[in-house]
């Protein structure tokens, strides 16, 4: 496994807060990343949850215009969660489309431009191309990576290099029930698939660091300041996030994406606190299907789960919002933002 050079797979849902994860992966592919480290993006693939997967893809490839980046392949994936859902999604937080319905978007061709290889087999062919050098920020639903592990099991999970996960939570706190995290209940079963499966621990940024951090970057200086670059891409999303915050009375700004993104891409500046569990999922639980569950016993007690072996890293507290900020700044193309500092 070469450690200094990273070949990436962007699990998402676009969504704006995936839009500016892949946007900072994409910037991270010109410059040396801390230690030495470099990284590509060989691959976007797109999942239901912040809107449906036909919008998902449309987004994704809408964001790569922007960015003139359409080098990069596009491969749409899972539809539908594993389970059917008993119950209905209507409280749409991005719209119905993902980008909060502004319109207005680059032109795409979808028959030209989409690859017509589905997300999961793709997952499974590029790992196996390059074992251990293909890490997985998975930033929507965990619906393509479970497939991918229930269609190929081992041979895809030994395979695969380190995957980095934006979801569930540590304190039961939830933003689309009372105690879930939306990426961990838009598909339950894919979380418990990945989570039980998985033969190296993943890196989780749960719900609670993203909210509950020191990150006071304002709405304002997103909109106004960081919003007045004079670029595709951020002309596109400051139109959606003014849309979609403002009306809602929001005063700080929080992209929980791109913040999982920064983790990867900057562990020492952005990682204040993590630590090891066994985590799973509940699956039953009239109030608190969805929710992640952490072993806080930690094997000292012999109950139903002892015994069995760490599987996350849990990041637990973010460093604070000046890190992310420089990063984000550097990310929407603002003059004189640099991170060089946080490089060397």
């Not at 670059?229 to 700004?253: A, Y």
Request: charged letters at 20%; proline letters at 5%; a negative charge.
């Amino acid at each position: 496994m070469d450690e200094k050079h990273r070949l990436v797979v962007y699990d998402c849902d676009i969504g704006t807060d995936d839009a500016w994860g892949l946007a900072m992966m994409l910037r991270a592919e010109e410059v040396t990343l801390p230690g030495g480290r470099s990284c590509r993006v060989v691959a976007i693939t797109t999942v239901q949850g912040n809107t449906d997967v036909d919008n998902g893809t449309l987004n994704a490839l809408r964001v790569l215009h922007t960015l003139n980046r359409r080098d990069v392949p596009v491969f749409r994936g899972c539809a539908d969660p594993i389970v059917p859902r008993t119950w209905q999604y209507t409280h749409r937080f991005h719209g119905q489309d993902g980008l909060n319905d502004v319109g207005n978007y680059p032109v795409v061709d979808v028959q030209q431009e989409l690859q017509p290889e589905h997300a999961v087999n793709a997952m499974y062919r590029l790992a196996s191309e390059q074992p251990g050098q293909v890490d997985f920020l998975l930033c929507g639903p965990l619906t393509n990576f479970a497939n991918c592990i229930n269609l190929y099991g081992r041979s895809f999970l030994e395979k695969i290099g380190r995957v980095y996960i934006m979801g569930g939570n540590i304190f039961g706190k939830g933003n689309v029930t009372k105690s879930a995290e939306f990426n961990f209940m838009m598909d339950p079963e894919a979380a418990h698939i990945t989570l039980e499966r998985l033969l190296q621990p993943a890196f989780i940024l749960p719900w609670e660091p993203c909210i509950d951090g020191e990150f006071q970057t304002s709405l304002d200086w997103r909109l106004n300041v960081l919003g007045a670059v004079d670029h595709p891409f951020i002309e596109l999303l400051t139109r959606v996030e003014r849309s979609m915050l403002e009306p809602r009375g929001f005063v700080k700004w929080i992209s929980c994406d791109a913040l999982l993104t920064a983790a990867y891409l900057f562990p020492a500046a952005m990682i204040a606190e993590q630590r090891e569990y066994y985590a799973t999922v509940e699956l039953s639980g009239h109030h608190t299907r969805g929710q992640m569950v952490l072993d806080h016993l930690r094997g000292r007690k012999v109950d139903d789960i002892h015994g069995k072996k760490i599987n996350v890293h849990v990041i637990r507290r973010l460093s604070s919002d000046t890190t992310f900020r420089t990063i984000i700044a550097w990310t929407g193309f603002l003059p004189n933002s640099d991170i060089a500092q946080l490089c060397a």
